[in-house]
């Protein structure tokens, strides 16, 4: 069975850092891009930041470039998200999800439950 | 990297056919056929519906299709049925291998 697993969510004081993961497994991790998108509550999705199978190309949504990074352990099946300089409005439900297209151009076929980020004091 | 445009939110008796618009740019719907749209039960993940613009992953329902015409991509939903009713996204690929997604529309099935 196909699943992606995020954990590492939590209450963070604005200004603070979050590392987020994403276990997988029932697929081959290492062929696929992978991504986060996140949602506000009540509000839409928005894409967050996109990572190439080997880990040499990683694109970010402008309103985190520079606090935000991506990155993956294929050893590990594993998936991450290093969230530094919080703010209030980063507060959502962050998914990890699969591209299921060979060039991670947004075709978004596998998606974890979700985890909590609350930026607050 | 600016939302797409879609309606808050459409309605429909059971039985009867909506369809959903997703307004973007010549940047993104309109220089690419990969618009994928996304189903959201509450409380939910979101589900991938349509992808490639009309493409239905295997075990959806082909009451289910897409279509584009310049800057708009729409879903249409035929034969509505109670457990249409939930939010729907769609996403654009948007260039250097990013995307964007569309402020959602809210389905009622009346």
């Known amino acids: 069975e196909v699943q992606v697993v995020e954990s590492g969510g939590g209450l963070v004081q604005p200004g603070g850092s979050l590392r987020l993961s994403c276990a997988t497994s029932?697929?081959?991790?290492?062929?696929?891009?992978m991504n986060w998108v996140r949602q506000a509550p009540g509000k839409g999705l928005e894409w967050v930041a996109n990572i190439n199978p080997d880990g040499s190309e990683k694109y970010y949504v402008d309103s985190v470039k520079g606090r935000f990074t991506i990155s993956r352990d294929n050893a590990k099946n594993s998936l991450f998200l290093q969230m530094n300089s919080l703010r209030a409005e980063d507060t959502s439900v962050y998914y990890c999800?699969?591209?299921?297209?060979?060039?991670?151009?947004?075709?978004?076929?596998?998606w974890g439950q979700g985890t909590m980020v609350t930026v607050s004091s | 990297q600016s939302a797409l445009t879609q309606p808050a939110s459409v309605s429909g008796s059971p039985g009867q056919s909506i369809t959903i618009s997703c307004t973007g740019t010549s940047s993104d719907v309109g220089s690419y056929n990969l618009v994928s749209w996304y189903q959201q039960h509450p409380g939910k993940a979101p589900k991938l519906m349509i992808y490639e613009g009309s493409k239905r992953p295997s075990g959806v329902s082909n009451r289910f299709s897409g279509s584009k015409s310049g800057n708009t991509a729409s879903l249409t939903i035929s034969g509505l049925q109670a457990e249409d009713e939930a939010d729907y996204y769609c996403c654009s690929y948007a260039g250097s291998s990013t995307s964007v997604f569309g402020g959602g529309t809210k389905l009622t099935v009346l």
């Open positions: 999800v699969r591209d299921r297209t060979y060039y991670g151009t947004g075709t978004l076929d596998i």
């Open positions: 029932g697929f081959t991790f290492s062929s696929y891009w």
